[in-house]
C-alpha cells in the first residue's frame, strides 16, 4: 500500500522527495484506494476492474 501513497504524494506535490520512484499511470490510483476502503471483496472488485480495463 505503499506505492498508492507514494503514487498520490508525486501526484499532487509540486516537489516530491528526490529518495521518492516517480511512476506515471494514465489512471489515478484513487480507484485502488476506493477499492481498498470497501467493506467486502465483492464491492471491491468493479473498483479494480475499472483501473485495469
Known sequence: MCRVYEQLILDYVNDPQE???????EKPYAALIEAYFQESHEAAIPHVQSYLC
Do not use: K, Q, Y
Open 19 to 25: 529518495d521518492m520512484e516517480e511512476v506515471l499511470f
